[in-house]
């Protein structure tokens, strides 16, 4: 329970929006995302079986592996913006995965089982936790139930038994192996698990119309035609499956030390092990049980704060506004004629903030001097129209 009410903030949101693309999907097949036979130009061909996706029937290939933190390959030029979310990620919900962390031993171990057996990979199971933070009694304003919040329709056409007297979602094996069984429908058309969670969010068909609309099955290249909740539902899993993965270690120091290196190396783990002894010792503090899932240390948390390495002429052109509500990058580019590249630069954790993923009520925003003014002027107005893109994306 008090993971629910930590998670309020981003979990809840995310589960609600899950929730309705469940409907969705069981409401309107995908073969209606856009023009008719418009999949046909993606490579994607999506079949229905009673308004899901059904599973393609050619001879089934391995699955591609999970991306996390530090997999240059996979993220190209983006690799340094996961890493920095991932950072602040930890710093934010430090206290919620603490939490997660000690009560994870057994569900872990349940959902691994079931992965296993399916051969499908063992990352998967981080959504559960951004979906319900491992609470398995979990229900949504929207009717989701379950640690996987799925919804009753959706449930029963996944082999589960739902009624008043027997809700299997909120049974940690069968539902997971329901869940799994809908997570691969979706990897059957969507060929990458990215965009399976973000199918797995919005439902396949936003998906599908913003692969169509770039000609690209890039989660990257997509990512702004993607619902604004899709978006931070799909680098919430990221961070928290990279978290969880790979530094789990640094869950008891309430951050990751600012010289840590994402990408893999042979001696990452001993690096790790240094830090982390290095870092107690300077604390005073002691380190975990060792094998004890959810023992954690008492420790400051390591300044891990990165600092962006503006040019003078950028620091005599910049002021630093405070704003309590999100302002589209997209609204200001259009309206004030600000360079979103620019923007994006010089405010690199925004995401976090309009994402609903930030510690405070407030955002210091640095835009140009020679805007400030009419920004100002107009702010109520950019926060409207804001508001009304996010809910139209």
């Known amino acids: 329970m008090q993971c629910k009410v930590l998670l309020t903030s981003i979990f ?3 589960s609600a929006a899950s929730a309705m693309a469940q409907q969705k999907i069981i409401a309107k097949p995908i073969a209606k995302a856009g023009k008719a036979d418009s999949s046909l130009s993606t490579g994607i061909k999506p079949k229905t079986t009673n308004g899901l996706l059904a599973a393609n029937t050619q001879e089934k290939l391995p699955y591609n592996h999970v991306p996390l933190a530090g997999e240059k390959a996979y993220f190209g030029e983006k690799d340094e913006y996961v890493n920095d979310f991932v950072r602040k990620y930890m710093e934010i919900h430090n206290r919620t995965l603490s939490s997660v962390q000690s009560n994870s031993a057994t569900p872990f171990s349940v959902m691994d089982n079931v992965l296993e057996q399916k051969k499908m990979p063992k990352e998967l199971k981080y959504l559960a936790v951004i979906e319900s933070a491992l609470n398995h009694k979990a229900v949504s304003h929207a009717g989701a139930v379950g640690p996987w919040q799925m919804m009753e329709t959706t449930a029963r056409m996944m082999g589960l ?3 008043r007297k027997n809700d299997e979602r909120t049974d940690w094996n069968k539902s997971t192996a329901a869940a799994t069984k809908y997570l691969d429908l979706l990897y059957s058309q969507l060929n990458d698990w990215l965009l399976v969670v973000a199918a797995y969010n919005s ?4 998906v599908l119309r913003a692969i169509e609309k770039t000609g690209s099955h890039n989660f990257w290249d997509i990512k702004e035609y993607l619902p604004r909740e899709t978006q931070g539902h799909v680098l919430a899993f990221i961070a928290t499956a990279s978290i969880f993965e790979n530094l789990s270690k640094f869950i008891s120091l ?16 001993a690096a790790i092990k240094e830090m982390i002894a290095a870092t107690m010792a300077a604390n005073g503090t002691a380190p975990a049980t060792p094998g004890k899932p959810g023992t954690v240390a008492a420790t400051t948390p390591v300044p891990v704060k990165k600092v962006v390495a503006f040019t003078d002429d950028e620091l005599k052109n910049m002021n630093i506004l405070s704003i309590s509500q999100p302002i589209s990058f997209d609204v200001l580019a259009i309206e004030l004629g600000i360079d979103k590249k620019l923007m994006a630069r010089w405010n690199p954790d925004y995401d976090q903030f309009a ?3 930030f510690a405070g009520g407030t955002y210091k925003l640095r835009i140009p001097k020679d805007k400030t003014d009419v920004f100002l002027q107009k702010k109520l107005y950019l926060t409207k129209k804001s508001a009304d893109f996010f809910a139209g994306k």
């Open 203 to 206: 439902g396949p068909t936003p």
């Open 161 to 163: 038994t739902v009624n």
């Open 355 to 357: 994402f609903h993923n």
């Open 254 to 269: 309430g951050s990751i030390p600012v010289d840590f290196k994402f990408s893999k190396d042979k001696d990452e783990e």
């Open 12 to 14: 809840i949101t995310l």
